[in-house]
Nanobody
Framework: VQLAESGGGLVQPGGSLNLSCVASGSGVVSINAMGWYRQAPGKQRELVAVHPLRGTINYADSVKGRFTISRDRNRNTVYLQMNSLEPEDTAVYYC????????WGQGTQVTVSS
């Protein structure tokens, strides 16, 4: 399974970005969980939002009401719409895919700065 992220960049506080991640490869199945984690400098990787196979979408408390995760199962793609971005959201954002095994994308940098 390969994960290709896109959509990161530099944005001013209060701005928006939309990340996307496409899963490809012979091991990809539609019955999976996909989502996003992030890692800021000097900090551990943390969950941002995960869209499970079943059940409730899980958001980090710090992004609730500002970020929205969605997915297109037919295209094995997951999106993260990020609004009202804050400097504290600055991090490398990693796509996450899980079906029997966990896979990670290479990450996309999001920088929120004036």
């Amino acid at each position: 399974v390969q994960l290709a992220e896109s959509g990161g960049g530099l944005v001013q506080p209060g701005g928006s970005l939309n990340l996307s991640c496409v899963a490809s490869g012979s091991g990809v199945v539609s019955i999976n969980a996909m989502g996003w984690y992030r890692q800021a400098p000097g900090k551990q990787r943390e969950l941002v939002a995960v869209h499970p196979l079943r059940g409730t979408i899980n958001y980090a408390d710090s992004v609730k009401g500002r970020f929205t995760i969605s997915r297109d199962r037919n295209r094995n793609t997951v999106y993260l719409q990020m609004n009202s971005l804050e400097p504290e959201d600055t991090a490398v954002y990693y796509c996450y895919y899980h079906y029997r095994l966990t896979y990670w994308g290479q990450g996309t940098q999001v920088t929120v700065s004036s």
